[in-house]
Antibody, heavy 118, light 107 residues
């Protein structure tokens, strides 16, 4: 079955970077896009960007001011989301989500908690 | 950014109730709208896409309607498993945005 398994929780200091991974299984990895969405405590979901896994093309939300980078390793069926210059406002659960050809997000990872604390 | 506003923010219901959640977009998104269900500590689950298409495996008591700027999610007969938070999401214009959520709780 389709499964997205994310890396474990991270604790980072302000100003640092975090890199979260998302390993896919159960489908043709390069046939879909992969999106990243985050959710701060008690807040709505926030879309961060996507990568076309086949081509490597990316699209990011301008709300992250160039701090987010999404990459993939097709040999490992894994995508990565790196967020730079962390502040306390980046404390959130980060999700990867598969995008179908119609762009709906049909399968989500279990989430990765990122805590930013000095 | 397109603002997505859901109403109500909280909805109290009983098993068997028909419940409706509304989602309004700050500008037209045609039918590029999805609905998700999220339970505490869990990832969102896709229920509806392109405003009214039921995702595979989702019970038929869930339905979606609307286009342009106003959309609804209806649960025809609320079941114990349906108590959760529901989010709408537009994927018409970048950046994609979500509503603030509607918590469906036990009356």
């Amino acid at each position: 079955q389709v499964q997205l398994v994310q890396s474990g929780a991270e604790v980072k200091k302000p100003g640092a970077s975090v890199k979260v991974s998302c390993k896919a299984s159960g489908y043709m990895f390069t046939d879909y896009t992969m999106h990243w969405v985050r959710q701060a405590p008690g807040q709505r979901l926030e879309w961060m960007g996507w990568i076309n896994v086949g081509s490597g093309n990316t699209k990011y939300s301008q709300n992250f001011q160039g701090r987010v980078t999404i990459t993939r390793d097709t040999s490992a069926s894994t995508t990565f989301m790196e967020l730079d210059s962390l502040t306390s406002e980046d404390k959130a659960v980060y999700y990867c989500a598969r995008g179908r050809s119609g762009w709906q997000l049909d399968c989500w990872g279990q989430g990765t908690l990122v805590i930013v604390s000095s | 950014d397109i603002q997505m506003t859901q109403s109500p923010s909280t909805l109290s219901g009983s098993v068997g109730d028909r419940v409706t959640i509304t989602c309004r977009a700050s500008q037209s998104i045609n039918s590029w709208l999805a609905w998700y269900q999220q339970k505490p500590g869990r990832a969102p689950r896709l229920l509806i896409y392109v405003a009214s298409s039921l995702e595979s495996g989702v019970p038929s008591r869930f339905s979606g309607s609307g286009s342009g700027t106003e959309f609804t999610l209806t649960i025809s007969s609320l079941q114990p498993d349906d108590f959760a938070t529901y989010y709408c999401q537009q994927y018409s214009i970048y950046p994609w945005t979500f509503g603030q959520g509607t918590k469906v709780e036990v009356k």
